[in-house]
């Protein structure tokens, strides 16, 4: 027999002036980086090219040290190989399903 348990969480309505206020901000920004183009690269074919990528962590656990010493680690290389000239490519991206995360879930 499996015990299954309910829990209701009561979430506040959302605060408008809150809301509104960090809308403002978010635009702002968004508006700030278009301009100057900050996530946009133009890679010197010149330069040496560097690709680096590190092991996702899967969501279904809490992060801990170790994830956050295998990220770190990856950032500090691709970090240091920009200042010393090279294209770097540092991909990154979280995996969100499978049966892990299934799992997770039905806990």
Do not use: C
């Amino acid at each position: 027999m499996a015990l299954i348990a309910t829990v209701r969480i009561r979430i506040p309505e959302p605060d408008p002036v809150k809301r509104d206020f960090l809308v403002k901000v978010e635009v702002k920004w968004q508006k700030i980086w278009r301009e100057k183009r900050i996530f946009e690269v133009d890679p010197d074919p010149n330069r040496p090219k560097f690709f680096v990528t590190f092991p996702y962590p899967y969501i279904n656990a809490y992060p801990h040290l170790g994830t956050a010493y295998t990220v770190l680690r990856v950032d500090i290389l691709a970090r240091f190989k920009r200042m010393k000239g090279y294209n770097v490519l540092f991909p990154q991206g979280w995996h969100a399903t499978g049966s892990p995360i299934v799992a997770a879930a039905l806990r």
